[in-house]
């Protein structure tokens, strides 16, 4: 391995940030986009027989160390586990065009997405090492006869209440488990947005937008292109887009094609305190993006919601 390759791999074995153990709110809630674009049906053939071969056993042993790793009985033992899963995926990875194998037999065990154009593949999951704890891993591959993988490291803890407003370089990464990835152009320049979930409070959990950009600098998460003002700098728009809410609670954030806009809940604070985002749920109105001018758009309202006076039907009649 070059040592250009070790560079990027690092993060990928040196990944600590903490988060609550995801509960029913999560990627199940937001249906995940299909797994394999079909853009990757045509190159299969790429793949040497040999190396589908070996693909496959090395993903048996995948699938094994993968159970431990999420099941293991002494829930402290599930970090060793996790490390030795990562060493074997990225052996795995290490077959030439790699990047074109689906690894189905884990992927009811570990995220595995692509973007939209097929420019770049993530894995990802979450291990809890205690009851009350997560941790995320994950890595980007891009699709090379040689494995060119960056390792992300899970920085959420180190950001407090800058999460929205931060732009994170060097495989450092606001831990998720994501659901969705869709490009757009801005400025001549491809920006994904990355529809994620990210349990890291004991208290409340996170829905995330997050622009990630890939050069040859590298990758860099968070970008100025949501139509949305920060709260932390007056004037200027967040990075990315977070909602944050009360642990155990259903919301959801997603693309709708039939209103070609991002919808999400609404959300109000139970106490009626805007500062403790950990009361936060939802208020039964959806507003959205929809792209325009190189930004994410935020419209107010995107679904209106009526609301019926005592004695009225939902058409607008009295009863």
Known sequence: MSNK????LLPFFLIVGSAHAQDDDSVASSPVQNQVPKQTAAVWHEIAPVN???LAIMEDSLTTTAD????????????????????????????????YYDFKKITDRINIIYADDSAFKIYNWGIQP????????????????????????????????????????????????????MSKMV????????????????????KI???????????????????YPSENFRGKPVNRFVLEYKKGVQVGMNWDAERNAI????LV?????????YTFVPSGGYDGFRWGNGVWNYVRDLIPITILQDGQAPDGTDK
């Not at 997050?210 to 100025?224: R, V």
């Open 269 to 277: 604070s139970q106490i009626n305190d805007p500062h403790r985002k």
């Open 187 to 206: 400025e001549g320049k491809k920006v994904y947005t990355l529809f994620g979930f990210n349990g890291s409070s004991p208290i409340s959990n996170y």
């Open 130 to 181: 205690t009851i009350n704890t997560e941790r995320y891993y994950g890595a980007i591959q891009l699709p090379e006869e040689k494995l060119k993988l960056y390792g992300l490291t899970d920085f959420t803890d180190q950001l407090g209440k800058g999460m929205a407003d931060s732009v994170l370089t060097g495989g450092k990464w606001v831990g998720a488990i994501y659901y969705r990835v």
């Open 209 to 227: 937008l997050d622009p990630l950009t890939i050069d040859e600098k590298g990758i860099k998460f968070g970008a100025p292109i949501f139509g």
């Open 68 to 99: 431990s790793m999420f099941n293991a009985f002494l829930p402290d033992t599930r970090t060793g586990y996790c490390e030795r899963f990562v060493r074997q995926l990225i052996h795995a990875l290490k077959i030439p065009n790699s990047f």
């Open 52 to 54: 589908l071969e070996k």
């Open 263 to 266: 919808v999400f809940d609404y």
């Open 5 to 8: 390759i070790l560079i990027l």
